[in-house]
Every structure is written in structure tokens, then in C-alpha cells.
């Protein structure tokens, strides 16, 4: 025969339907939520820590929180040296940028201007080059006529000779 007492109890899980009486309860539930403090007295923290700020704990957990603290601060710091330090350098390749870019705008501004000058000096010279193109033109014709000249003078020293073997064989 197995008794009751070793058998597992079921706890209830429904929920009780609220009452009238119910809201009478909710004075001994704020007691049974409020927990007694050592140094303070009795609070509304269901905290199971024992920390009070004023209170001694373990010195090594101690030791431990300001060396991470410490840490964490080196650490910070550093990385905002470093990112100082990148800006740094982003303000340096900046202003070398504006003075490079600034060199180059001095460099294409006397190139524009030499290159103003050539040109005016190139419409100042196309009356003469347009004359050299003329005469070379002329000259072309002046050649070629030469040429037509100098074919007809050995055709005619041609002729001349033949007419002359004629007249000495006649």
C-alpha cells in the first residue's frame, strides 16, 4: 500500500477568480514585497543582492572592477588617440590636396594664358601664311609649266634635228 505521503504533490496552476476580497489582499501583498535592508531599513527591492554602496565587500572583487575600469579607461583613451590622430592626418592630406590642387590651377592658368597668346599671334600671321600658301601655289603652277616648257623644247630639238638629218641626206 503506498501512502499519500510519498506521493509527488500536484501544485495547483488555475488561477483564483478575483474577489471582493481579493483587493483587501493587496495590503499584505506590498508587505510581503518590501524586503528589510540592514543599513536602510525596509525597501521595495526584491533584489537577493546584499550590495549596499557604504558596505565592505570582497576586496578582490574590488581590485578586479578598478583594474577592469581602469583598463576600459586606457582603453578609451587610446582609441580616441588614435582616431585624433587619423584625423590628424586627414586634415594634413587635406590641406596638401588644396595646396596641390591650387598649384595646378596657378599651372593651367599660365598655360591658358601662353596659349591666348599663341593664338593670337597665329591670327596675327594668317594674312602672311595664307600669302605663302598663294606663292607656294603659284610656284606649283609656275613648276609645272616648267616642266610642260622643257618637254616641248626636247620634242622641238626632235623635230629640229630630224628635219635637219632630211635636209643633209637630201
Given amino acids: 500500500m503506498t501512502s499519500i505521503k510519498n506521493q509527488p504533490k500536484k501544485e495547483d496552476t488555475t488561477l483564483p477568480e478575483p474577489s471582493s476580497q481579493d483587493t483587501s489582499n493587496f495590503d499584505e501583498m506590498d508587505e510581503n514585497l518590501r524586503c528589510e535592508s ?22 578582490n572583487l574590488s581590485r578586479l572592477a578598478n ?50 597668346a599663341l593664338n593670337s599671334k597665329y591670327r596675327k600671321l594668317q594674312p602672311v601664311l595664307d600669302n605663302i600658301n598663294e606663292i607656294d601655289d603659284s610656284v606649283t603652277k609656275l613648276e609645272q609649266a616648267a616642266y610642260k616648257l622643257a618637254a616641248y623644247s626636247k620634242r622641238l630639238e626632235m623635230k629640229f634635228k630630224e628635219i635637219e638629218k632630211e635636209s643633209k641626206s637630201k
Avoid at 540592514?38 to 576586496?59: C, I, M, N, Q, V
Fill in 38 to 59: 540592514p543599513k536602510r531599513g525596509t525597501t521595495l527591492s526584491t533584489s537577493t543582492s546584499s550590495f549596499e554602496a557604504l558596505d565592505p565587500h570582497d576586496p
Fill in 67 to 116: 583594474m577592469m575600469f581602469q583598463k576600459t579607461g586606457e582603453y578609451l583613451q587610446e582609441e580616441l588617440t588614435s582616431t585624433h590622430a587619423d584625423y590628424r592626418l586627414l586634415e594634413r592630406l587635406n590641406k596638401e590636396a588644396i595646396g596641390k590642387y591650387a598649384e595646378l590651377k596657378t599651372i593651367s592658368s599660365n598655360i591658358s594664358h601662353s596659349l591666348e
